[in-house]
């Protein structure tokens, strides 16, 4: 950075201090921001009918840290309503299912930050065989996947492209889809300087992927995981502006640290994730 940007961002940042302090109105940048779209998807909480259901099915989840917490609270979303929990298996680098009967199997999928490398190796596991022993796929994408370097419509294109292809090829597999997680966001002085000199923000650019998830699978295929993560057990919503329109930001409520969840956030995720499995109608 050159000297005189350094003293420029010192000379704004004094401004905005000064400001703060005399009640002086220096901050021009507009707060409110213009409203999501399309809205997010408002998945709600399974119910005792809807858990059994799930339970009976053969489910492949693909998924990497954010996806474990949420398996880690599938046990007490069952416990909670008096039922049995569940089989439950990490499947590992196996490329079949341990044995017959209904089942989460789970894989640690990819390498945070390659999307496309989680993509592929999603459909390579369903090609080799799990495909034909399934009855629900799901792959989530990790916060760090998406960030502001990302070229989100690409990656949406290649997403969607290969889900499609998935589905034709395995007609009798239901594909669910999960929106991008996100992350806790401060809003203080630094944060509103960064704002505006309109400095990058992850979270904005996961809000664009997202809106891309909804308009394409919002229609009772699709876990909205950002609006969960970013709504509080008070039912508040944790939103940011940046470059003038809203984000979904991970609620603090929700957080065990910025991008993961505490036991709480876990099993708001959990229940509506199994309610998402539990209303799907089967394709096959």
């Not at 998945?43 to 492949?60: C, D, H, I, K, S």
């Not at 995981?225 to 008070?234: G, V």
């Amino acid at each position: 950075m050159s000297r005189a940007r350094t003293v420029g961002l010192g000379v704004l940042a004094l401004a905005l201090v000064a400001g703060v302090g005399t009640g002086v109105l220096l901050w021009s940048v507009s707060w409110t921001g213009q409203p999501m779209s399309p809205d997010p998807v408002h998945n709600p909480a399974a119910t005792p009918e809807e858990l059994v259901r799930a339970a009976e099915l053969r489910v492949f989840f693909g998924h990497r840290s954010v996806g474990a917490n949420i398996l880690d609270a599938v046990p007490g979303a069952y416990t909670d309503a008096d039922l049995p929990v569940p089989a439950m298996v990490d499947l590992g680098e196996a490329s079949a299912l341990p044995g017959e009967g209904p089942m989460i199997v789970d894989t640690r999928i990819g390498e945070n930050g390659d999307p496309l490398g989680k993509l592929g190796n999603f459909d390579a596991r369903l090609r080799a065989g799990l495909a034909d022993q399934v009855d629900v796929a799901v792959l989530k994408f990790c916060y760090e996947d998406v960030t502001d370097n990302t070229d989100v419509p690409a990656l949406f294109e290649r997403y969607r492209a290969t889900l499609a292809a998935l589905g034709a090829e395995y007609p009798e597999v239901t594909f669910l889809h999960v929106t991008t997680p996100v992350r806790t966001e401060p809003t203080d002085l630094k944060w509103r300087v960064k704002e505006l000199i309109r400095r990058p923000n992850d979270n904005a650019a996961r809000e664009r992927y997202n809106a891309l998830m909804r308009a394409e699978y919002g229609d009772g295929l699709l876990l909205d995981l950002a609006l969960i993560e970013a709504t509080a057990p008070d039912g508040s919503l944790t939103t940011v502006p940046h470059a003038g329109r809203q984000h979904l930001a991970l609620a603090p409520a929700n957080a065990k640290d910025p991008g993961h969840l505490n036991a709480t956030g876990s099993l708001a995720v959990a229940s509506r994730f199994l309610g998402l499995l539990g209303r799907a109608e089967p394709v096959g």
